[in-house]
Nanobody
Framework: QVQLVESGGGLVQAGGSLRLSCAAS????????MGWFRQAPGKEREFVAT????????TYADSVKGRFTISRDNAKNTLYLQMNSLKPEDTAVYYC?????????????????WGQGTQVTVSS
């Protein structure tokens, strides 16, 4: 199994940027497809982005396409989410997730391992 710890959240003004990190430990990081999800108060957890085991393939939610970039460094066992042009509606707890199979997954149920989350708050 793999353990995941997110960091990098915080308070930022609309139009600003943040970079989230997700440090992985346990089994070999490159075995896993990784994803970012977010959950706002009173809402269901929603897909943000996912990346293949080698970083070659990425998929984004329409709401973040062109503003967010998912990437990974397998040598550092770390997943990233660069968030630019942030909007108040991006405010949520952001979670990283992992699954050992390689196919693209955008549903939370498709991921087996989860971090504890990091809060991102965007003020208007």
């Amino acid at each position: 199994q793999v353990q995941l710890v997110e960091s990098g959240g915080g308070l930022v003004q609309a139009g600003g940027s943040l970079r989230l990190s997700c440090a992985a430990s346990g089994r070999t990081f490159s075995y896993y497809r990784m994803g970012w999800f977010r959950q706002a108060p009173g809402k269901e957890r929603e897909f943000v982005a996912t990346v293949s085991w080698n970083g070659a393939s990425t998929t984004y939610a329409d709401s973040v396409k062109g503003r967010f970039t998912i990437s990974r460094d397998n040598a550092k066992n770390t997943l990233y989410l660069q968030m630019n042009s942030l909007k108040p509606e991006d405010t949520a707890v952001y979670y990283c997730a992992a699954v050992q199979e390689g196919s693209i997954r955008i549903n939370p149920e498709g991921y087996r391992y989860w971090g504890q989350g990091t809060q991102v708050t965007v003020s208007s």
